[in-house]
Nanobody
């Protein structure tokens, strides 16, 4: 069982940066792949980035080169550094733990989400 709590969302101007954090509970955190997803109003939840237990990363094309996912297994933390933010990045961002992959079904545990709003 893993519990996830996101933080770090907020309002930022286009071109700005935010760093999202995800705090995980559970002694098996380091064995899970971790992902970030986002959901804009009226749209389906979409994959943003993932990181394996060993640190391998993968990104959606829409954020590649602007976002960086990282993890600290000693602290049970996952991060999403978001640079050069665009208005289309506005969404609720969710942290998830699972067996890896880029689909919602690949992840069994989810946080409550944190709102990111990018103004133009």
């Amino acid at each position: 069982q893993v519990q996830l709590v996101e933080s770090g969302g907020g309002l930022v101007q286009a071109g700005g940066s935010l760093r999202l954090s995800c705090a995980a509970s559970g002694r098996t955190f380091s064995t899970y792949a971790m992902g970030w997803f986002r959901q804009a109003p009226g749209k389906e939840r979409e994959f943003v980035a993932r990181i394996s237990w060993s640190g391998s990363t993968y990104y959606a094309d829409s954020v590649k080169g602007r976002f960086t996912i990282s993890r600290d297994n000693a602290k049970n933390m996952v991060y999403l550094q978001m640079n050069s933010l665009k208005p289309e990045d506005t969404a609720v961002y969710y942290c998830a733990a699972g067996v890896s992959g880029s689909t919602v079904k690949s992840y069994a545990y989810w946080g409550q989400g944190t709102q990111v709003t990018v103004s133009s």
